[in-house]
């Protein structure tokens, strides 16, 4: 009998224990993204899908593509039904699209879902003034109302769950994120990004979190909520991860050339220590991999140009690598830049980064 009575109390905690684990899991929609997701930003020119696997097997939980025009979409332009790739490995991945009208918002949604996304999400951040004159991207956050009902419209439109982008306001005076965030919930969305700088703010002085914490702490939003802006170690995630109560930390410029970041954020929280720096030889492999899938998806010439923005960070406070970067960033030979690849993996195989 006591045995028994034993062996039901434990099935009971047992039960108990799996219930708490599984409420305390990010979802959006039927995607279940882990206790505390770490994601990777949209960002043009960036999050395309040779970066995006390496940010893979760092051990990010969910990414998104570069931002998609939905006039090119629906134009079947070539550079942005390009981005619609996606690939199984990368899973769960969202598309992010962008644009300002009712009806080209509405026909792009339906593009998107022929290429079974887990999630759309919808670009209300992006700062830069080609975009932002069109009333697109941040340039909305100036008609909150025509926000909610493009939204709206969104998500009426597509079997996707439909996320959103945005930044805290357009301007200093005009911080509505609260109110953004309650009306675009209760217009279907299923979590909601915040960067914590206004457009004006372009990427200048430091991201306020502040607004983002008082989201989270308001009753009525149950959505998830994740929030982006400046974080670039795992100490630092952790004290925004609990001074502001976000469900999960969006990394954008910190991952460029450097998507070892999700590794060590996951590390940091796992053991409270800071991992060591990748070795010169995860530098070089990753660079390499990096330019041979960069080539074999966007062709020689993008794939060496685009590539070019990266290798900075990759190798950045190397002593005296001024010389090897010169040759990365202007050479347009594929032979040349991985011979100088593999001179930076000899020249520096005995230097130990801090």
Known sequence: MLLSRLFYDFRKIALFLWIQKEINLVKIGKT???????????????????????????GCDMMYTEFI???????????????LDIYDDERPIGIQIFGAELDSMARAAAIVEEAEPELLDINFGCPVKKVTCKMAGAGILQDIDKMVKLTDHIVKSTNLPVTVKTRLG????????????????DVGIKALSIHGRTRKQMYKGEADWSLIGKIKENPRVHIPIFGNGDIDSGPKA???????????????????????????????????EELAPPTIDERVDAAKQHLKKSLEWKGEV?????????YTNYFRGYPHIKPFRAVLVTSHDINELEDTLETIRERYADHVTV
Not at 41 to 51: H, K, L, N, T, Y
Not at 69 to 83: C, F, H, N, P, W
Not at 302 to 310: A, D, N, P, V
């Open 302 to 310: 993008l794939g060496i140009l685009e590539m070019r923005r990266h």
């Open 170 to 185: 357009w301007d200093d005076n005009t911080k509505f994120i609260e109110e953004v965030a309650e009306r675009l919930q």
């Open 69 to 83: 025009s939905v006039e090119g979409l629906i134009r079947d332009a070539t550079k942005s039904v390009q981005k």
């Open 32 to 58: 279940e993204l882990g206790e505390f997701p770490l994601l990777l930003a949209p960002m043009e020119d960036v999050s395309d899908p040779p970066f995006r696997a390496l940010c893979k097997q760092q």
């Open 238 to 272: 952790l004290e925004y991860k609990n001074r502001y109560g976000v469900d999960g930390i969006m990394i954008g410029r910190a991952s460029i050339g450097n998507p070892w970041i999700f590794r060590e954020i996951k590390h940091y929280f796992k053991t409270g």
